[in-house]
């Protein structure tokens, strides 16, 4: 049993440190709306994060190139729905399945970025994976030395 454990460890050691020597981390995301032109809203694109800058591709073409300190603001919100017409499909089949189904709520992880690069301004907003959204908040906030926002806290006064 300790020979197990000394040879598991001696692959997994080298493994993870090759891994923590990897500066860029890459997120699937889907813009959700901001100033990349070339982008329709609900797209799949993919956001890296490394040390000094926030990239986003789509098919290999890079969308933006945002330097980390150009970063003026981070936000982050949910938006949540219930799920009505898988509930009212499904109770065609069985009633109470539906029923319970129409009780169950569906949320949705958005992050904000806003930048400005000189004369360059932007921002944009993106919906991340619900297991990935805290990573992805962690990797900007590291790497911008902003805090984020929740912008479901904030007040908007018309």
């Known amino acids: 049993m300790k020979q197990i454990c000394a040879l598991l ?23 959700d709306g901001g100033s990349l032109t070339d982008v329709k ?6 956001m890296s994060v490394s040390t000094d800058r926030v990239r ?9 190139n945002i330097p980390a300190s150009s970063i003026t603001e981070l936000s982050y919100g949910q938006d949540v729905h219930r799920r009505v017409g898988s509930a009212i499909a ?9 029923a319970l189904l129409a009780l169950a709520k569906s949320k949705k992880h958005f992050v904000g970025i806003t930048w400005a690069d000189g004369d360059k301004k932007g921002g944009l907003a993106i ?6 959204y805290r990573g992805i908040l962690a990797g900007l906030e590291g ?3 902003k805090k984020a926002v929740n912008s479901d806290t904030l007040t908007v006064k018309n």
């Open 127 to 132: 919906q991340c994976d619900k297991n990935e």
């Open 56 to 64: 986003f591709i789509k098919d290999g073409k890079e969308l933006a």
């Open 41 to 46: 809203a609900g797209t799949g694109i993919q």
């Open 90 to 98: 499904l109770g065609v089949v069985s009633f109470g399945a539906g």
């Open 9 to 31: 460890l001696c692959f997994l050691l080298p493994a993870m440190l090759i891994a923590a020597d990897n500066p860029n981390t890459t997120y699937k995301v889907n813009y």
């Open 143 to 145: 790497v911008s030395g």
